[in-house]
């Protein structure tokens, strides 16, 4: 199983950014995707979570009203589209896959992980 993160990059406050997760080796329609995110010398943290069909939506308070998870199961790529960027959004963002269809927020559900991509946000 392989998940490829992408779209991580230097924006200035306010702005946007877009990363997409191109997963391989699973039944993608499976698993519900995840995004985790980890700052330097802080504890991974949830993100946004979305189910198999796309029906079900969950996200972490700081993040509600800026950040959106799709995903395209033709594709088999998860997307997390952030506006509204702060300088506390700075970190490196993982995409991880879950075969059990609760606990979403739980990064022991997960697990497939995929590499980080830095997102970093100036003020």
């Known amino acids: 199983v392989q998940l490829q993160a992408s779209g991580g990059g230097l924006v200035q406050a306010g702005g946007s950014l877009r990363l997409s997760c191109a997963a391989s080796?699973?039944?993608?329609?499976?698993?519900?995707m995840g995004w985790f995110r980890q700052a330097p010398g802080k504890e991974r943290e949830f993100v946004a979570a979305?189910?198999?069909?796309?029906?079900?939506?969950e996200y972490a308070d700081s993040v509600k009203g800026r950040f959106t998870i799709s995903r395209d199961n033709a594709k088999n790529t998860v997307y997390l589209q952030m506006t509204s960027l702060r300088p506390e959004d700075t970190a490196s963002y993982y995409c991880?896959?879950?075969?059990?269809?609760?606990?979403?927020?739980?990064?022991?559900?997960?697990?497939?992980w995929g590499q980080g991509t830095q997102v970093t946000v100036s003020s």
């Open positions: 991880a896959a879950s075969s059990v269809p609760y606990y979403y927020h739980d990064a022991r559900s997960y697990g497939y």
């Open positions: 080796g699973l039944i993608f329609n499976m698993y519900v």
């Open positions: 979305l189910s198999q069909s796309g029906s079900r939506r």
